[in-house]
């Protein structure tokens, strides 16, 4: 994570090679735009391990100390669950990342989606309508989990979809992958930008 900065205020990051920033340069991860928009107010550690899976990162996390880190986010990617529909799979995921929130101040949940998801009706047309149902289903059920369960949770789909009707351009969208599932620097800032918006008084005021 650039810059490089030291607080008592950690905030984790967790996940694999979406969370790690692969495809981008050190400074255009989403940690160090996150570590930019905190300054110093919190030090923010890159903890994305390339081809990780769930049981990878769960396995670490259980092996954190407690009070090491001060808040946990984990970033979600569509591969660690069967398909992007797979409610059931992140509601598992989440209840695993439960067992552990003693070990930290708060949780979130960063649900990712692929870049053939978030512009289904360019790649999959028929099925634009089916999917859109599907996900407005979905975060419905899943707010409600994540409420009950008391972990932040913030869906890219919805981030990505708000952001092209905000650039009146449905080709917007491209401009926030690097590949089907990574993240580009404007992708990064993005998240980074949202969970700031969202999150970043119950951070720094905790």
Known sequence: ?????????????????????????????????????????AQVINGGVNSYKTKDILHDLSLIKNDEYSHLIYI?????IKSFSDTNGIIEVANKINQIRYKFKTLTLIHHSHMNI???????????EDIERLMKKQRKKLVNVMKDLNINYLNWYEIAQAYTIKQGSIFARFSLYSDNTHFSPTGNKLLSNE????????????
């Open 1 to 41: 994570t650039v810059p490089y900065i030291t607080s008592q205020n950690k905030i984790l990051i967790a996940g694999d090679s979406v969370a790690m920033g692969l495809g981008v340069s050190d400074s255009q991860t989403f940690s160090s735009q996150l570590q930019s928009a905190l300054n110093k107010q």
């Open 76 to 80: 979600l990617c569509e591969n660690d």
């Open 118 to 128: 978030i512009l289904s009706d360019f790649f999959n047309p028929t099925h634009t």
């Open 195 to 206: 969970f700031m918006a969202s999150f970043s008084e119950v951070i720094l005021n905790d």
